[in-house]
């Protein structure tokens, strides 16, 4: 069973960075791939990044990709979403999730934070 604990969360204004970070505990994390995902108020989860085992692979949607960077430090169990240029759109609760074999969707992943709140100021 794994344990994943978000944060680094807040109120930022639009244009500034911010970097989250998720640890994790009660597996060996190397085993996992990482996800980021976020849910805005009324809307459905949605996918931010994706990390393969080893952090070579990565995925973004259009919607973040250039403005977000997911990596992982395996040797702490900690996954990290960079963000930079953020948006008033970028404004959600953003989850960190866990899977042997992950993907794109929100289904995919069997493991989940509690989610940490980020919320970019126009």
């Known amino acids: 069973q794994v344990q994943l604990v978000e944060s680094g969360g807040r109120l930022v204004q639009a244009g500034d960075s911010l970097r989250l970070s998720c640890a994790a505990s009660?597996?060996?994390?190397?085993?996992?791939?990482m996800g980021w995902f976020r849910q805005a108020p009324g809307k459905e989860r949605e996918f931010v990044a994706y990390i393969s085992w080893s952090g070579r692979n990565t995925y973004y949607p259009d919607s973040v990709e250039g403005r977000f960077t997911i990596s992982r430090h395996n040797a702490t169990n900690t996954v990290y979403l960079q963000m930079d240029v953020l948006k008033p759109e970028d404004t959600a609760v953003y989850y960190c999730a866990a899977d042997r074999v992950g993907g794109t969707a929100a289904s995919r992943f069997a493991y989940w934070g509690q989610g940490t709140q980020v919320t970019v100021a126009s």
């Open positions: 009660g597996g060996t994390f190397s085993d996992y791939v």
